[in-house]
């Protein structure tokens, strides 16, 4: 499976070990993420240093270690696609628009996220993580 991770689903992998970090550390699925990722995670990066305890140097590791199984897509890979994406979730949550936008512009199968809002919208595939984990599943049923 070929997925756009939301940045819901990597910081909650930031801020505490659960299923959430687990799956994005073993995930067999090619992951993808707007280069907003970066820029929603810098923003909160403080925030999460203090909530979480860690060193700035112990935060970046942990922030790299979760990156190292999703492809970052710069905007200009995606840009095409940012006019539609707006129409189709603009009204829906602006922040969003470039997960949409990336989800439009390359072969995959949905975007990955627990946000409810993108459930607004019926363009674009939707698997929150208790389906993640369904699929991986049945992939081991089918393994064994």
Known sequence: MILIVDANIVMSALLKEGKSRELLTLTPFILYSPDTLLESIEKYKDEFIQRMRLTREDF????????????????????????????????IDIGDVPYIALALSIENDGIWSDDAHFQE??????YKTEEIIKILGREDEQNN
């Open 60 to 91: 970046q590791k942990l922030l790299n270690f979760l990156l190292r199984k999703i492809t970052i897509v710069k905007q200009e890979e995606y840009s095409q696609k940012l006019e539609q994406a707006n129409q189709i979730f603009g009204n």
């Open 121 to 126: 919208q019926n363009n674009i595939k939707i």
